[in-house]
């Protein structure tokens, strides 16, 4: 996939089908990680004693960590329904928040992962298909023409998790200050494919990890990592017969 219009470009293959990515473009950074979601799989983990990205990453042995989305102001329970594994973790759920990552697929012939948006599939189709669900506000639109963030104004860095055109699935992180619009009209024109997506976090709590072999990324917001109390992981899917 050819990045347009970009300043700069860069990308890293870390195996197995993982790809880490970064671009510049009119002095917006953007960092990325392309997940084929038959190699890898994904987790959700919450905590009382919030941590940075780094941290979950040591405590969970995972490749990688991202905000699994805003938090309610007791600094811990999720905002947007999560069930994990078919159980029902602390959260709130969001009926205006249309934006779903479902993962733990309940059968085989489904993708391990998907990004969806409720104004197209339902959501008793995504629950009945999948254990794990993650409720987050829309970073995209599947109906046509429609318009997001048009009154958002705020300026400020980000993580989004996307799933592009070949079905992988995307963590994003920029540090810099950016409306979510213009930052979603960006990743547009550098064609990374993102098809589906859904916003994570804006300002200091935004944040992203990677540590693959020799290969580290710590992506942070306004210069330093900040501790968060809700992540999704990506760990490798462990063939049979191997430890």
């Given amino acids: 996939m050819a990045a347009t219009n970009c300043d700069s470009h860069r990308r890293v293959s870390l195996g197995d089908g993982l790809q880490y990515e970064e671009y510049s473009i009119k002095s917006v950074k953007v960092y990325l990680l392309r997940i084929p979601v038959d190699r890898f799989r994904f987790e959700y983990h919450a905590s009382k004693t919030p941590r940075t990205p780094s941290e979950w990453q040591k405590l969970t042995n995972s490749i990688a960590v991202i905000n699994a989305g805003m938090y309610s102001y007791d600094n811990y329970m999720h905002v947007g ?78 993580s989004v998790l996307g799933q592009d055109s070949a079905g992988n699935i995307l963590f994003i992180f920029t540090p810099s200050e950016v409306a979510p619009r213009r930052f979603r009209e960006y990743l547009e024109r550098l064609n990374v494919g993102l098809k589906n997506a859904v916003y994570l976090e804006g300002g200091k709590e935004a944040g992203m990890f990677i540590k693959s072999g020799d290969f580290t990324f710590e992506g942070v917001s306004r210069g330093k990592p900040y501790p968060i109390p809700n992540v999704i992981t990506l760990h490798k899917i462990e063939k049979e017969g191997q430890r």
Avoid at 140 to 145: A, E, I, L
Wanted: charged share 15%; aromatic share 14%; with cysteine.
């Fill in 81 to 158: 329904e999560v069930i994990y594994r078919g159980n029902r973790m602390p959260s709130v759920p969001m009926k205006n928040y249309q934006g779903i990552f479902a993962f733990d697929p309940v059968q085989k012939g489904f993708p391990q992962a998907a990004v969806f948006d409720l104004n197209c599939t339902p959501l008793n189709y995504i629950k009945h298909n999948y254990l794990s669900t993650i409720q987050n506000m829309r970073f995209t639109s599947c109906v046509r023409g429609e318009s997001l963030w048009g009154r958002w104004n705020q300026v400020h860095p980000m």
